[in-house]
């Protein structure tokens, strides 16, 4: 089966970036939509941002502008590029993979297979 493994969080100054990486084992992502989740603490899961295999980028409002989410070259990794972090992307932040969506969805129901999240904490 496909696993996927989260890793890059750590806490980082407000205004810094941090890039985060989802490495795929088991098979590629060839046709799957990847998504990016977060959840704070008492908050519930957010979507952040998703890609499908046909190029299609979907952002959340809350970050557009600031985060962006890529798909390495070999189909084996996924990647969400952070910017000008502020204290409230504070979360643990989960890679999600999905089947073939032509619009890309920010949904958790949509996703099937899940890493296990890395904490992101944005504080000075």
């Known amino acids: 089966q496909l696993q996927l493994v989260e890793s890059g969080g750590k806490l980082v100054q407000p205004g810094g970036s941090l890039r985060l990486s989802c490495a795929a084992s088991g098979e590629t992502l060839n046709s799957n939509t990847i998504g990016w989740f977060r959840q704070a603490p008492g908050k519930e899961r957010e979507g952040v941002s998703c890609?499908?295999?046909?190029?299609?980028?979907r952002y959340a409002d809350s970050v557009r502008g600031r985060f962006t989410i890529s798909r390495d070259s070999t189909k084996s990794a996924v990647y969400l590029q952070m910017n000008s972090l502020k204290p409230e992307d504070t979360a643990v932040y989960y890679c999600?993979?999905?089947?073939?969506?032509?619009?890309?969805?920010?949904?958790?129901?949509?996703?099937?297979?899940w890493g296990q999240g890395t904490q992101v904490t944005v504080s000075s």
């Open positions: 999600a993979a999905g089947g073939i969506f032509y619009t890309c969805p920010i949904n958790g129901d949509n996703y099937n297979y």
């Open positions: 890609a499908t295999s046909f190029g299609r980028t």
